[in-house]
């Protein structure tokens, strides 16, 4: 039986056993859409541990005793209900799999990766799932296992267990694969609509960028360059340079603080005509890709090996009001 | 007693306290610097209502007419230099007035310390001052500016309106705090963005179950947002006055945010803070405008913002010294807004001696009190000795007839129709309803709340850079400034169409 999927052997289809996370970047990938690497740790992973451990049985009962309009006892049945999985230990075979894999996309170096929840469920609520569930950015590798038993666990978060109850999924049968992919120490990250919001133009769009983690875009902190730029021929319509002074970059222990950006750079634009180019050209293949305008989170910053960097899609979602 | 040919400068929600200060700062000498050693010593302040000798007001517009054509836009740099660094400095030391968490620990001689700036209005409130004079320097420019303008269009054989030329150039150049503050909401709003459940929730639920919401699954956020609420909440405060907005005000504001899409939203507004640079920068070319003219208009946006700055420091020291002055009223047995109609010295010999001035009087001079100075120091009235005063001073003024349509001054242009409402004074604020038209005198930092309902601004006072001018601009509401007669001549409940692209009132139907 396999536990573990790369992204490239994952398509849409198999909702049933990546979650839609997992689903979702390995259809971005087989679009040849560049994502951060990564691969998955499949929902039968986690049936397994439930069957070697025999914990299946004992989640059932204590699940059937939660009265979920009562706070209390669902809070009390989460504790009860994590413990009991965060105490059993990993099968092994699953265990050595996962760090083989590890091993396997990230070479021996010491990359952070983010492992996020991906529930898998009937193709109709799995939607419903989404960000229920818990993420940990930043996991190095001696932490990997414990973190996949963490997001295991978080289908019994208060939270989660509130909601099944509420959304009446208590019933259907619901599962987690967990997503482990590079966290990417970019160089320039940023935002691009795919639509030019503002004008509404649907031949241009407007692509925005910082130094550092792209963080400080959505949080405020930096006012990033902007770049429009003409979606038949690219060519650029208008650059916006602004000076920054603080960038957001992530430390070696994991979490991020600002430092202060080079002298140098300050003023410059943050990304060539060449690159803007590249970039925007990959923001039209998943707009046409999903057949709709999208808001896109991008990254630039080291590949796999660290030998060269190159553009990652980190986000892409439907822009659905304009 | 002598009496002056006073002319109105505005009308201000003002506590004693406050008119007292300004009369006392505006009694120095008001630009040093520019070698101007006189202060207004003819100002008379009755129930907040501010009123100047109009020989002073021309002397101070001469001065700076001469200025002007002697040294042009290094006259100018240096005013603003000046107006900027006063300011920013009465904003940043605002906090000195903060108290010790154990305020009740304190003794009456430390909160005497800390009050005792008061008793110095110049270094407390400069801007006070300032303010007056960058309005008559306005008076000053403004028809220099335009002729400017003509004479740059007549050469280039250009059809557009001067006046709305001039407005498309006087946009604001840095963000207001009002906009900063709102742009930082919008910031914690696209934080929230990231997790689609919790916008989901969010959107449908009371801003107390947010506040449960955002505490269980997103503690940060709900810091970030207490957070943001400790360093805007004293844009509500209005000079002394106004609530601290409360958490769940902030809530329901991020909650209808995200409502819309805030990640599209702060692109939008980004992209017409470059627009609208762009299009000044195409204007000036456009005009074939030359360096120097170009650098007068950069520095009368400057002007601008510095105005703006200036009553948000009084809006700052108001929220900075709220605490101190309820404390020392505490102490007192007063109300907050009693302390307000003390004087600085009776506030530090009461914190001595105890309440050296009865009660009575303090209710007396809430009703009405008024400060005059006619060259002789400050005169302090109260009750009926103030209302006395004023009649006596000041003469009803004889009322303009009506007319269908009148002028005024563009100060963002656009076209509106709408119900009129009539705010002759901050008291009657509460009746101004969304999407009316907002008349009055003059607006001011008092005038905020109706402003933000309004669809349209028009006043009896002002010109490009007055409140109402420089607010309509970071608001985008259409307003026609120094109309003379708007607010009498138009009814409440009229149907009024304000052509602020022409500059002109008309009257559809009368209520």
Known sequence: MEFIKAFDQLSKRDVRIAGGKGASLGEMTQAGIRVPPGFVVLASAFERFLEETDLDVELEAILKKVRHKDLDSVERASVELRDLIHNASMPKDIAVEILKSYDRVFGKQKTLVAVRSSATAEDSSVASWAGELESYLETPRGKLLERVKRCWSSLFTPRAIFYRFEKKLHKSPVSVAVVIQQMVESQIAGVCFTVHPVTKDRNQMVIEAVWGLGETIVGGMVTPDTYVVHKKDFSILDVNINRQENMMVRKSAGGTHLVPVAKLRRERQKISGKQLVELAALCKKIESHYHYPQDIEWAFGPSANRKTSQFYIVQSRPITTL | MKRIQWTRYGKWHTP?????????????????????????????????????????????????????????????????????????????????FKLPDQRASITNKELRALFKPFMDPVSVMPPMALNWTITALAEVLQPIVLEHIDMLKTRRRLRERSDLLLVELLQPRTTAHLIQEEEQLLAIANIVTLDPNLRRRIINSSPSDIAVLLKRYAPTILLRLANHRRTYAWLAVIDWWGSLPSLSSYLRRLREMLKGNPRTERIKRQTERRQRELRIRRLLAHLDAPPRFRHTIDYLRNLLDSKLLQWDTVSMTGYRTRPLLTEIGRRLGLSYEDVLHLLPKEIMRSLKEGLVVPKSEVARRIRNHAVMNIGTGLLVFSGRNAITLYRQQLPSISRQSGTAGFKGTIAYPGIMHGRVRIIPTVESLRKMREGEILVCPMTNPDYMPAIRKAKAIVTDEGGILCHAAIVARELKIPTITGTKIASQTLKNGDYVEVDATAGIVRRVSSA
């Open chain 2, 16 to 96: 004693l306290l406050e008119a007292w200060m300004m009369l006392r700062a505006m009694d120095e000498p008001l630009l040093p610097i520019l070698g101007y050693s006189r202060g207004f010593t003819h100002v008379l302040s009755i129930d907040g209502e501010c009123y100047l000798d109009p020989i002073q007001w021309e002397q101070l517009k001469r001065h700076f007419h001469k200025l002007w054509k002697r040294r042009g836009n290094q006259f100018l740099r240096s005013f603003i230099e000046y107006n900027r660094s006063i300011t920013t400095q009465a904003f940043n030391r605002s906090s000195r």
